[in-house]
């Protein structure tokens, strides 16, 4: 009974001194919760270029997380009070021959508990900082401004998914799109109508090109050829925007409607052209990708048999092959001003060839993703822009490739990207139906409302971006 009595005046006291530290716990946070208001009065004094709002609600941030690291500071010390006291008792029984609740509590066992006191503590200290880290990126989150985005145009009258498009670079300015559907269709961009249908593949038409002063486009198919091909079309005039008063007067569905404008106006009016002037043949595989280099005199191919060919246009003679990606290549680009092609793999690699010495051709390999790389394109600058499925984006110096001047990552795979010309905004298409606009330091600007369809493609030119999804897979060949 005399080591009931010890016990029982042990355990009080641990309760008194516990009960002391949470109400100097509670003290602190009252204290704590009045130091706002003083710092703001010091913040008024001080010369910084960030908004008063801003700098407020990041104070009130630090302050937070001040608090958290004070009260788990306090929790330790109640923490290796408690274990002393511990400690004490069980030496003083142990002299008794007796234990603590039927167990031993040895040093090893002491130690034991402590460790895990010490990683339990540790464990909360991440979170905390992780919760209030995150609060802190969410609020500047919140006060970046970003562009709204709104539907413009549709383009309507492929019968399958579409693959790629592209706008030409000289007038008449006119949207192309390359589908599964076997064609490649040339639109007006401000009405939306369709101005000629290519129709010389026979299998999906997965890229388009136009060249980059004459009226031609080059296609690459899963027939494993590429064609190019000429075009005369003739813009129609504007159309004045529609009366919506007189629209609502009437009981319309605007999607049948639509879906019916789409049909008569699509393609059954578009010219059709069904022969290639020139068509490139040597891959044994998928035509996935094709592009001009500068000058429009030679055009390289990217194929999933793992390679890509550089082609004579006048001549449609083979010039080089390139090989060493050990996996079916994704897409390839040209540099706007000079002789570079950039040529992305399945093989998590994209490879970078040097054409503008004429007699040679150097190749660098980057490694910089650990999953397909879907697209890898150029800018206008001397800067790569490369996506991949392992949901990140990557921007990166021409002049010093070692590792990327900025990383964007996503919740989803990127699909083939597209870079401003003008404005320098990179536009991630995704598989998780969303299209986000970044500028080349990674900053998100926007994001275009999510579609009930997966996001294949999308370019931008001017003040417009297009977007082309498919609700269901496509084959490319």
């Not at 069980?90 to 002491?110: C, F, I, P, W, Y």
């Not at 000289?170 to 589908?179: I, N």
């Not at 388009?208 to 050829?225: C, R, V």
């Not at 319309?252 to 789409?262: C, L, N, P, R």
Request: charged share 25%; glycine share 6%.
């Amino acid at each position: 009974m005399p080591v009931e009595s010890g016990n029982s005046a042990a355990a009080r006291q641990a309760k008194q001194k516990r009960k002391s530290h949470s109400l100097s716990i509670r003290r602190t946070n009252s204290t704590e919760q009045e130091r706002p208001a003083i710092h703001r009065d010091m913040l008024e004094g001080q010369d910084s270029k960030l908004p008063m709002a801003l700098r407020s609600n990041l104070l009130d941030l630090f302050g937070q997380i001040e608090r958290e690291f004070e009260n788990l500071y306090l929790e330790n010390i109640e923490q290796n009070f408690d274990l002393r006291e511990i400690e004490s008792l069980n030496e003083r029984l142990a002299g008794e021959g007796q234990t603590v609740d039927g167990g031993d509590l040895s040093k090893g066992a002491l130690k034991t508990k402590a460790s895990h006191s010490t990683s339990q503590l540790s464990q909360k200290l991440k979170t905390t900082y992780k919760a209030s880290t995150s609060k802190i990126v969410s609020s500047f989150k919140a006060t970046t401004s970003r562009a709204v985005c709104q539907l413009v145009k549709e383009y309507v009258g492929h019968r399958d998914g579409i693959w790629d498009l592209s706008v030409t670079r000289t007038q008449p300015l006119v949207l192309g799109t390359a589908s599964a559907d076997h064609c490649a269709m040339l639109w007006s961009i401000e009405t939306g109508k369709c101005l000629l249908k290519y129709a010389g593949h026979a299998g999906s038409v997965n890229s388009i090109k136009f060249h980059p002063t004459e009226q031609m486009a080059l296609t690459a198919s899963g027939d494993q050829t590429a064609h190019i091909w000429r075009y005369m079309v003739q813009l129609p005039l504007p159309q004045p925007p529609a009366d919506i008063s007189a629209s609502l007067d009437d009981d319309v569905d605007f999607s049948d409607k639509d879906e019916a404008d789409g049909e008569a106006d699509g393609p059954n009016e578009c010219p059709t052209v069904r022969v290639a002037s020139t068509t490139l043949r040597s891959h044994q595989g998928v035509v996935i990708a094709a592009d001009w280099l500068v000058g429009g005199k030679q055009v390289v191919t990217a194929s999933w048999d793992r390679a890509a060919n550089l082609y004579d246009v006048e001549t449609s003679e083979l010039v080089h092959t390139l090989t060493g990606h050990d996996q079916e290549l994704t897409h390839c680009c040209t540099h706007p001003t000079q002789r570079l092609v950039v040529t992305s793999s399945r093989d998590t690699t994209f490879r970078l060839w040097d054409f503008r010495d004429p007699s040679i051709h150097s190749v660098n390999v980057f490694q910089g993703h650990t999953d397909t790389v879907t697209s890898a394109v150029f800018t206008v600058g001397d800067n790569v822009v490369s996506g991949s499925d392992d949901r990140t984006v990557k921007v990166w110096d021409l002049k010093n490739m070692r590792s990327p001047i900025a990383t964007i990552r996503t919740d989803s795979a990127v699909n083939r990207i597209s870079v401003s010309a003008n404005q320098r905004i990179i536009a991630l298409p995704h598989d998780n139906r969303q299209v986000r606009l970044f500028d080349m330091t990674g900053v998100r600007l926007a994001r275009l409302p999510r579609s009930n369809r997966q996001v294949l493609c999308c370019v931008s030119s001017y003040t417009h971006l297009c977007t082309y999804k498919h609700g269901q897979k496509c084959n490319a060949q």
